[in-house]
């Protein structure tokens, strides 16, 4: 990893490195009598080990200049590992806490591991630390070939990559010590906001500079969504977190925002987190992975168009849907729902566009679990945006929210959508990346396969029930005009469902551990395959490519 | 055709993806949010809206701390069964100086909007230590350890001021005595207790939470924000809108 990097590289490394160290040390005296001092020694250390681990290699032979007609993939590599081990871990939180719906005393007793500390170490491992890996790894791959550029430099996407992860791991231990602003998606207070800000500001600018050197006249449709996925997320990150710490030295925040201003703002946040972490940069990678490993050209370039810019425009309207009947505006919640209807176009654009460009290879889907992977991943997020546009329409919300039946809504897009796009990626980049021929076992992607696709259908189905049960029994009533049923009434009755959904969560996880085991294994095989011709950015002389151009 | 055809030549230039795609982004947010802020019907004005005393302040970042959002909304709904449930539909004001709001998401739990005032603080300090003592069937985790922490009251001070920096009309007594105050109310029948009511209201609990007058506990500062929730203005009571089935 070192050795690749020039000794130009390696210093500025190392200062860039002692930089971080000494915020580190900076924000760890600052907050030494709270929570806050925990994370500054945190972010010291992060510094400090990277100098050593550099300093260590530091005298090691530089690379020669063979390295540019290479893609850089180091980055992508450990970005896909890191992916693995968040979801498995993320996985496995979220399926104790749903355990713990079902026995609330599956804790050890301190707040460190009562639900409400949890929730969001699952959240946040699962959509940041899995996803967010996912979409790093990916598109720097993506971004190289779909350009025919290498990347700019050596160092900065390993600033990307584990700034990141510093942001992931500051996140999650802060919860467990007590520290969130308590807004859903976007817990993480002030400090760390500023490491994920800094960090996406180079992520940007390492897509812009390998775009700047680009060989292709045109940008690959990928590449859209993945910059409208990190541009738009730094939009929203900054607005919503806007806050005043009580001082230097607290975790402690308080948004800038207030009630109706700050709920507003706080949900064009949340569901266009969805939209452009969770939608834009899995289409991203959809529109790269599934033609490429279906060996089809993309449906419909058109219909592309029309669902990029249909996404970016009417999903940034649809957040108010989540505040029907509140003390929110009536007219911005009917803006929402209004705009919600109408996202079902783009959204099926893209699905349809995706199931289409399968057409032609039908077999293939039928023998390949990874390319299966992709399609059911595109059926999925054509399903869960349907679901998502009847949720937003006023009546079917008034039933549906503060009920599981979200819950459900939300895991068939993370589940079903955008775990399934990202696993089914992950099996074909990991034996491209590491030249194997092939996954350790195909067995075991198989496997991965139809417990995903099992844990996914049980899960939904036990929210679907246990949210429309519940939604309609706060709703009954007698004949003479009471209420039929206690709130506790209720709970007792999700405790089937329950059950059911800790199990199916138990199923998926158990999928996506056997797949981190398969890459692992994949990993450590001895590489067999010879580069692909995708692998170089200027094509060789007929011959020498071991595969031909997809 | 002509839409495509300058896509065609967007497509090919960086900068235009990105000026696109921040334009495109920007106008829904824009539309939806800016106009909360200048349009003065959002927030309904009511002149007996009080402040969080410190010690409820410090309660309410425990709630936050603890997660309670997860599981509990703080958002009574304009329909017919939320409101016979839990009282009536709650208003923009009541929220008002929650920085940031807490209007929660899921009701895995009941809404508490209104839980101020309807059950006693033993009742709270039971609950919170065993859920399942005074609600056999309740999965709510145990807070015991609220209990048994003192609160961290030095720095309420610098709590108030951040208040204050976002907009929460705090004076500077009330800054200056933070510390005291949060003291004062747990703890009746002191100099410090009598001076609460004087800077927040004669409507403000003072009194000894959670059973234990000899020290000032995280579960005295929960149970007091909870006692307080719905209970900071009245307009909720005499507003008489219809409600939607």
Redesign the interface.
């Not at chain 2, 920096?165 to 929460?168: H, M, T």
């Given at each position: 990893m070192i050795a690749q990097l020039t000794l130009h590289e390696r210093q500025q490394a190392i200062l860039i490195s002692l930089a971080v160290a000494i915020c580190g040390l900076m924000l760890g005296l600052a907050g030494r009598n709270d929570p806050l001092g925990f994370h500054g020694a945190l972010i010291f250390l992060a510094g400090v080990l990277t100098i050593f681990l550099i300093g260590h290699n530091y005298y090691a032979p530089e690379p020669s200049d063979e390295r540019f007609a290479r893609y850089y993939d180091d980055p992508s590599k450990v970005g896909i590992v890191l992916a693995m081990l968040w979801v498995v871990f993320g996985l496995a939180i979220g399926d104790w806490v749903a355990w713990q719906l079902v026995n609330p005393d599956l804790t050890f007793g301190g707040g460190w591991s009562s639900f409400g500390r949890l929730r969001p170490v699952h959240t946040t491992s699962v959509i940041f630390g899995f996803g967010g890996n996912g979409l790093i790894a990916t598109s720097l791959y993506v971004l190289q070939r779909t350009s025919r550029a290498r990347l700019p430099d050596q160092v900065s996407p390993w600033f990307v990559l584990f700034g990141y992860n510093l942001f992931c791991l500051i996140a999650v231990t802060g919860y467990l010590m007590g520290i969130t602003q308590s807004k859903e998606y976007a817990e993480p207070e002030w400090y760390d906001d500023i490491v994920l800000t800094v960090v996406w500001v180079v992520y940007f600018l390492i897509y812009l500079r390998t775009l700047a050197r680009r060989k292709e006249p045109h940008i690959y449709v990928a590449n859209w969504y993945y910059m409208a996925f990190i541009l738009v997320v730094a939009m929203l990150h900054i607005v919503n977190n806007l806050a005043v710490p009580v001082s230097l030295g607290h975790a402690k925040s308080y948004s800038l925002f207030s009630g109706v201003q700050d709920a507003m703002t706080q949900w064009w946040y949340g569901h266009n987190a969805v939209a452009f972490f969770l939608t834009a940069g899995f289409l991203g990678m959809m529109y790269y992975f599934l033609p490429v490993r279906a060996g089809r050209p993309l449906y419909s370039y058109r219909l592309s168009i029309i669902s990029f810019w249909g996404i970016t425009f009417f999903y940034m309207w649809a957040g108010s849907h989540h505040l029907h009947y509140t003390a929110l505006p009536q007219w911005v919640q009917t803006l929402g729902m209004t705009f919600s209807l109408m996202l079902l176009i783009p959204s099926w654009a893209s699905a349809t566009n995706a199931l289409l460009t399968l057409n032609g290879a039908w077999e293939k889907v039928r023998d390949d679990a990874t390319l299966r992977f992709m399609m059911v991943a595109a059926v999925f997020y054509g399903l869960t945006t349907f679901e998502g546009s009847f949720m937003a329409i006023r009546t079917v919300n008034a039933l549906s929210h503060y009920t599981d039946w979200t819950i459900g809504h939300v895991h068939a897009g993370a589940l079903g959508w955008v775990a399934m796009i990202t696993f089914g990626s992950i099996y074909a980049i990991v034996p491209w990346l590491w030249k194997r021929e092939a996954m350790y076992s195909a067995r075991l992607v198989e496997a991965h396969f139809w417990l995903a696709l099992a844990g996914t259908i049980i899960y939904v189905f036990a929210m679907w029930n246990s949210g429309i049960v519940q939604g309609l029994m706060w709703r009954t009533y007698t004949e003479s005009g009471t209420l039929a049923y206690s709130f506790v009434d209720t709970m007792i009755a999700m405790r089937p469902y329950y059950i059911a959904r800790a199990v199916g969560g138990l199923v998926f996880l158990i999928g996506a551990a056997l797949g981190a085991y398969n890459v692992w294994m994949t990993i450590r095989a001895p590489a067999a395959a010879a580069d692909r011709a995708s692998d170089l950015p200027e094509p060789r002389l007929a011959g020498t490519a071991a595969q031909p151009a997809e | 055709m002509s839409i495509?055809g300058f896509?065609?030549r967007l497509?090919?230039k960086?900068i235009g993806?990105?000026l696109g795609?921040?334009l495109?982004?920007?106008?829904?947010?824009l539309?939806?949010?800016a106009p909360?802020?200048t349009?003065h019907?959002?927030?309904e004005d009511v002149p007996d809206m009080r402040l969080y005393t410190p010690l409820e302040l410090a309660g309410r970042?425990i709630y936050?701390?603890?997660?309670?959002?997860?599981?509990h909304?703080q958002?009574i709904?304009?329909?017919?069964?939320?409101v016979?449930?839990f009282g009536p539909?709650?208003?923009?004001?009541?929220?008002?100086?929650?920085?940031?709001?807490?209007?929660?998401?899921?009701?895995?739990?009941?809404d508490l909007a209104r839980i101020g005032g309807k059950y006693s603080d033993a009742w709270h300090v039971a609950h919170l230590i065993n859920?399942?003592d005074v609600?056999p069937?309740?999965?709510?985790?145990?807070?015991?350890?609220l209990e048994r922490d003192t609160l961290r009251i030095d720095?309420l001070g610098?709590?108030l001021?951040?208040?204050q920096?976002?907009?929460?009309p705090y004076t500077q007594a009330m800054i200056d005595n933070a510390t005291a105050d949060a003291f004062g109310q747990a703890t009746p029948d002191t100099n410090q207790a009598g001076e609460v009511s004087k800077r927040y209201g004669d409507a403000t609990n003072v009194r000894d939470f959670d059973g234990d007058p000899s020290r000032v506990t995280e579960m005295d500062a929960l149970v007091a924000y909870l006692q307080i929730l719905g209970r900071l203005t009245n307009a909720a009571q005499s507003e008489t809108a219809a409600v939607?089935d």
């Open positions: - | 495509f896509h065609y497509e090919r960086a993806l990105v795609i921040i495109v982004a920007s106008i829904g947010g539309v939806e949010i909360l802020f349009i019907q959002t927030v970042n936050i701390r603890e997660g309670c959002y997860a599981c909304s958002m709904r304009t329909l017919r069964d939320d016979e449930r539909y709650s208003l923009a004001v009541e929220s008002k100086y929650d920085h940031p709001m807490l209007w929660g998401s899921k009701r895995t739990g009941p859920p399942r609600v069937e309740s999965v709510m985790p145990k807070y015991g350890w720095d610098e709590h001021w951040a208040q920096a976002v907009g929460v939607e």
